[in-house]
């Protein structure tokens, strides 16, 4: 597992524990202090973790808003906890966090989703950040990080 991967993992069941017991502001550190003890007690994210979480929690009235938008279908509080706090950390690195190309947010959010969510999460969590992301093409609202194009590797001759 990547150290990225195992952040957003980190940040997931923190969102997750944080929904679960109420939505605490105030427990979170205490929250993400047990999930890096119990799951990662080495390792050291550069703080990738709380800027996920507080970026998520920071940007949560907008987050909400989309999914709403792109999941009309599906009221907030009938999604999962673990779906719903896994699509608002997507939707965070697909549309706040300007680090982190789109792709690679809806990838990373599909994987939590088929790892911690239930059968039809991946598809769930899949079809709505998809959704946003096909309206951000659309709207040429696309970020610096998705306009970098990795070189091609040289073939040997």
Known sequence: ?????????????????????????????EVIAFNRSEFAPDFDDGGFVESLVDGTLQNRPAIDGIITKFAPDWPLDAITIIDRNILR?????????????????????????????????????????G????????????????KIVPKKKEEPA
Request: glycine share 6%.
């Open 1 to 29: 597992m990547s150290n990225r991967h195992l952040a957003r993992t980190i940040a997931m069941q923190s969102l997750y524990q944080w929904d679960f017991l109420g939505q605490d502001d105030a427990r979170l550190p």
């Open 89 to 129: 950390l997507g939707c965070y690195e697909l549309k706040f966090s300007e680090t982190v190309p789109s792709k690679v947010a809806i990838n990373e959010a599909i994987e939590l989703a088929k790892s911690f969510g239930g059968e039809a999460s991946g598809r769930f969590v899949n079809g709505v950040l």
């Open 131 to 146: 959704a946003i992301y096909k309206d951000m093409v659309a709207k040429n609202e696309l970020k610096e990080a998705d």
